[in-house]
């Protein structure tokens, strides 16, 4: 019989079923859940907060005197507290009648449980002593956890990227793995991966606007890192590291264009079934000393799989409505909230263009900033727009095309398939991603997983915020009946459906 990716086992053990869903509805154990902070103590802290653009102190509302001149060469502070405030402050607040309060960021984040850590490293700012620092979410402060320049370490362990040699700021995403399992258990580990894609979506959307040009980093030695950042690896490691050299600074056609890289898979033993999430990302690492196979790796991705399929079928082009963003993509981000009901109307086939032309714009950016969107698809069940029949689409973003696969109202399905929630039977749109995870796995190994869910959470990350800019409602789901949505959508068995988005018009609006 032939074997199986653990990649491919974790996503068949983690499937939810309606008549299993108890394995994963155990009770919450509310004294046991995580924090969603890290406490770093340390005498150098900065206090990132004078340098943020607002009249008042996002976190007290009192008033902030005006922002700090920028100073410093070869760029200040400021950029660095505006580019981690918008890739993901604290952006709400919201206080309960009890007395608690409930912070909320930038970037979504399943069950509002904020797995992803982010740590910065710097060198050469007259601003900032060379080090790396942990990004301090509750009170938007950095705080040094290593003194020293570590260019070298980075160098080496991202596998020489180039990105990072022309950069004075790297930011490093890692995940606390339990503050998502507390409640999601093995199922964790997706939604892990999506929420840290949201995140590294408002980086790459909001770095151009402080002139950095980010480059998303896949590939790199897991162990070694992890251990530079001090990290215990039962608890947490590495997900991203993106380099963001200044914009001057690098021409991003002399720089690798993407830097997935494969890992190496390994025979699995007896023991496999437990803790399958960290066996998974364990798995997935790429260790010094192995080769991995960056010359196949290093093309750019070959979207014409993408727009070979179903190449018979109808089409249905989109017009071309690129959005218009005002001063700063920032304010849509401080605007951003997941949709809390859809209120079943619809909206037209211009606004679904303008978010799909925006969702999918990295495909033809320099630097382009996903993993490899060449394995990642995307299909639409569209509910009520004007403009186009009711049905299951599959979408080319390339030639911004719909084809029509299945003409019919399927909210019944969708409503279903996404555990009741009624999100998806109101919604005007369910954006699917969906991937073969058999061919990305002979591609990159059972890292194939991350850099699958992780490129849907920034797609899905750019869905959110052109949703927002239209005035539109927004939110993902991560939770769904996997098998009833391969079936809706007629996928294959080796075929995953990786993340939904729901699209519509706000209830209250
Ligand atoms: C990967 C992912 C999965 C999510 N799944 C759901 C879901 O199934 N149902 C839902 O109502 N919201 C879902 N959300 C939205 C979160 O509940 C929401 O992001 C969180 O409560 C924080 O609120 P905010 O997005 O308004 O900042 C999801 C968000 C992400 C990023």
Redesign the pocket.
Known sequence: MEKKALAEIYHEETKYHEARMGKFQRPLDWGAQPSPYKDYHSEKKIDLIPYLPFQNNPFTGEPLPPAKEQGGYPFGIGEISRLLYFTNGV??ILQYPTGQTLT??A??????LYPTEIYVAVRGLSALESGIYNFQVKDHSLVLVWEGDFWGEFERYCMRHEAIANANLLVIMTAVYQRSAWRYQERAYR?IL??TG?ILGNLVVYAPEEGFTPFPIGGFLDTSLNRLLFLDEAEEGVLAVVALPQREKVNPDEIRPTSAVASQRMPKGEDDLKMLQLQLHRVSSILPGEKSDLSRVQQPPDLNILESKYHLKEANALPDVPIEWGESVGQTILL???T?GLSGEGFLKEELASILEYAYLPLSAVPMPLFDPSILETYLVVQKVVGLNEGVYYYVPQKSELRLLTAGDFREQTWHF??G?D?ARDAAVLVIHIAHLKRAVEKYGDRAYRYLHLDA?QI?ERLNLAAIRLGLGV?????FYDDEVNALLGLSLDEIVV?ITTLGRSRSS
Do not use: K
């Open positions: 952006t709400g909320l960021r970037a979504p984040t399943a069950g509002g939604r999506l929420d949201h951003r909230r997941s809390r996404c555990l929630q999100l959470g899905g939110s993902g789901i991560g939770g993340y």
